[in-house]
Structure formats: structure tokens, C-alpha cells
């Protein structure tokens, strides 16, 4: 039956070329963006990219590792910084590194920056702990797309589509609630934007709920998918994406890659579950010291007296 099913086209994957350009002009943007605003304040640009470049360099280093293709690096001004890469077969436990290789040593470090001011008693070593403690902490709250997010959701390994729509739409009211108790707009914007990805995660549960209702296996790589089952996925995709729908029916020009890489992301890649009991539980062990014992100095040694101190001399 599958010759009556046209060839499925390949899938297109471009080779990401001029890496370390585009990482050198992000930053370029990003550090202008932040004087602009904190032009008197270089202490503090210099201090969240030095942070940001390490916490990222971490993940990045680890993606080199474990061979992941198309690694690259990017800063966004007023956000972050991001890496992204691409695996055919995902390792829980190799995700579970990469993840973890950005605000562990983060927070490491700045608990050594920490002891570093206490013995030598230099400011700029108090503000560089704090920085360090506090933005991977941040990081590190289990909320979506936050690195603590990409643990949660690799520990509890749950292949519920309706789960992340769930973890997600939560993950944006509470950074909305966080922004507005704090009174930060652009956490408050950033909340809101992730209801974006909210919707598209909905999409795809519908379309997967669909596919699973006429017995269509789409656990595996775009490589292994036949011919008929490219066809009944793309009638499924096209139902629930009008403005490709309309795309296809207007335009003269081959649209194979944009719906070969559609369908792509309805695929879930196979992941190897070889991160152990024992594993899992050294990374939960990580990730709760990597709040408690910031928390306990901040406590112990009244920290933010020390930066009232500074600022009052």
C-alpha cells in the first residue's frame, strides 16, 4: 500500500555555519543593550555577562561532549542567554548533565567567591558571589523553559503531552506572579510570552491525541517514517495549522521543508533511559544543596549586611 504514497521529501537539516560570529555579535548587542540602560553602572554589566558566559559555556561544553550537532550559543539583551543543540537519540542521563552543567558550578562558584570576601574582605568578591548564587538559583526553579524546568521534566521523564501543557501554562502564571510581586515587567513579559509556547504545546497535543487515534506510531526519527504515515501526518498537521493550510493553497513555491520540519516536530526522538536510580538521586541531591546552602549563608552570615555596609561607607 505504501506505493500508492508519494516519496516523503527529506528532511533539510542546514548546517549551522558562522557559529562564533553570531555568538560574538549576540554579545556585542547584548552588552550594548545593557549600557544603554546601566550606563553607570559597568561593574554590573561586566559582573551578569561574565556569570551568563560561564552558566552557558558549561552547557555548551557538555553538548560538544556528548556530540550533539549544531551547537551554538546566543544572548538576548534584557533576558539571558541560551545554547541549543540537536541529538537524534537523547540520553536521560547526558540531558540530565548538560542541564545541570550550567547553575551547579554557578553556584558552586559563588559560594567560593563568598569565603574569598570573608578572608580578603575585597567588594567587588561579594557582588561577584552574590551574582553568581543568585541568578542560578533563579535558574534552577522548576518552572518551564528555566533550567530547573529541563530538570524536572527529564527526572519525572514523563511522555504525557497533556503534562507539559499543564507544567507549562503553571510555569507562566507563576512567573507572571513572581514579576508582578517583585514588581519586574519584563519577568511579567516573559510570563506572558510563555503563553505562547502554551498554545503550540496544546497544538500538539491535539494533533498527537489525533494521530494516536488512528494508531500512528510518531516515536521515532523523521528517517524512519514511511511514506504513508508522512501522508497521514501532514493531513493531521495541515488540519490544525490553517495558515500553513493556506500557505500550501496560495503559493507556487515548494513548501516541503517548512512541512517536513513540521512534521519533524510532531516526532518525539527516542530517549535512552539509562540514568539511574542512584543517578537521579545525586542530581535532586545537587539541585536541593544548590539552594539550601546559599540560603544557609545568606542566613548564617547575614550577607546583605555586608552589601548594606558597602553601599553605606
Same mark, same amino acid.
Given at each position: ?8 521529501p ?12 553570531l555568538t ?6 547584548f ?12 561593574l554590573f554589566?561586566s ?5 551568563l ?7 555548551f *561544553?557538555f ?13 538576548v539583551p ?12 537523547? *540520553? ?33 568578591l561579594?557582588?561577584?558571589s552574590i551574582?553568581f548564587?543568585l541568578l542560578?538559583?533563579?535558574?534552577l ?9 529541563q ?20 510555569s507562566?502564571l507563576?512567573?507572571?506572579g ?11 513579559g516573559f ?27 510518531y ?6 517514517l *514511511? ?16 495558515t ?12 516541503d521543508?517548512?512541512?517536513?520540519s513540521?512534521?519533524?516536530s ?6 535512552k533511559k539509562d ?11 545537587f ?15 547575614s550577607i546583605?549586611?555586608?552589601v ?6
Amino acid at each position: 500500500m505504501s506505493d500508492f504514497y508519494p516519496e516523503k521529501p527529506p528532511l533539510n537539516e542546514k548546517e549551522s555555519n558562522g557559529n562564533i560570529a553570531l555568538t560574538i555579535l549576540s554579545i556585542i548587542v547584548f552588552l550594548l543593550t545593557f549600557y544603554v540602560i546601566f550606563s553607570d553602572d559597568i561593574l554590573f554589566i561586566s559582573l551578569l555577562f561574565i556569570v551568563l558566559f560561564i552558566h552557558e559555556i558549561g552547557h555548551f *561544553s557538555f553538548m560538544k561532549w556528548f556530540k550533539y550537532k549544531h551547537v551554538k550559543m546566543l544572548f538576548v539583551p534584557l533576558m539571558g542567554a541560551f545554547v541549543q543543540g540537536k541529538k537524534k537519540i537523547y *540520553s536521560q542521563k547526558e540531558s540530565l548533565l548538560v542541564v545541570g552543567a550550567g547553575p551547579f558550578p554557578g553556584v558552586i562558584l559563588g559560594v567560593i567567591f563568598f569565603f574569598l570576601f570573608l578572608n580578603f574582605k575585597e567588594d567587588w568578591l561579594l557582588f561577584t558571589s552574590i551574582t553568581f548564587m543568585l541568578l542560578n538559583i533563579v535558574n534552577l526553579l522548576p518552572l518551564d523553559p528555566l533550567d530547573g524546568g529541563q530538570l524536572f521534566k527529564l527526572l519525572v521523564n514523563s511522555k504525557s503531552d497533556i503534562f507539559l501543557v499543564i507544567f507549562s501554562f503553571l510555569s507562566s502564571l507563576a512567573l507572571i506572579g513572581i514579576g508582578y510581586y517583585f514588581d519586574s515587567w519584563l519577568m511579567m513579559g516573559f510570563g506572558f510570552f510563555m503563553s505562547f509556547k502554551v498554545r503550540n504545546l496544546q497544538q500538539l497535543y491535539c494533533i498527537r491525541k489525533e494521530l494516536r487515534s488512528i494508531n500512528l506510531n510518531y516515536n521515532l526519527l523523521y528517517s524512519e517514517l *514511511s511514506n504513508k504515515d508522512y501522508a497521514q501526518i501532514k493531513s493531521v498537521l495541515l488540519d490544525y495549522s490553517p495558515t500553513l493550510n493556506k500557505m500550501m493553497s496560495i503559493s507556487d513555491e515548494d513548501l516541503d521543508d517548512i512541512v517536513s520540519s513540521q512534521i519533524d516536530s510532531v516526532l518525539i526522538n527516542p530517549v535512552k533511559k539509562d540514568a539511574s536510580i542512584i543517578f537521579r538521586f545525586m542530581i535532586i541531591c545537587f539541585w536541593l544543596l544548590s539552594f539550601i546552602i546559599p540560603l544557609f549563608l545568606f542566613v548564617n552570615y547575614s550577607i546583605m549586611d555586608f552589601v548594606y555596609a558597602i553601599y553605606t561607607r
